[in-house]
Nanobody, 115 residues
């Protein structure tokens, strides 16, 4: 059974930082493409960042220079370091794993940035 368990969301003031974590089980983590998505109220879910392997990353334009995605294959965990947070970053953040043609999602984390 594949599980993605997220942690680290919460409330932060604008300009602050948060780090999200997503621990995976049930897959060979090093072979999975991992990503973070978010969905704000009334909007579609969008890609924030993904990481194919260490050093191969992709970011939405809106977060470039502020967010950093990383992975620790020894811990089966992917991280999203979010700095210089803005109110428009407020959303539910989801971890996604893509593994041999299948996709898996975490339960979602609320991130709220107050102005």
């Amino acid at each position: 059974q594949v599980r993605l368990v997220e942690s680290g969301g919460g409330l932060v003031q604008a300009g602050g930082s948060l780090r999200l974590s997503c621990a995976a089980s049930g897959i060979v983590f090093s072979l999975a493409v991992m990503g973070w998505y978010r969905q704000a109220p009334g909007k579609q879910r969008e890609l924030v960042a993904d990481i194919i392997r260490v050093g191969t990353t992709n970011y939405a334009d809106s977060v470039k220079g502020r967010f950093t995605i990383s992975r620790d294959n020894a811990k089966n965990t992917v991280y999203l370091q979010m700095n210089s947070l803005k109110p428009e970053d407020t959303a539910v953040y989801y971890c996604r794993g893509s593994y041999f043609g299948n996709e898996y999602w975490g339960q979602g984390l609320q991130v709220t940035v107050s102005s």
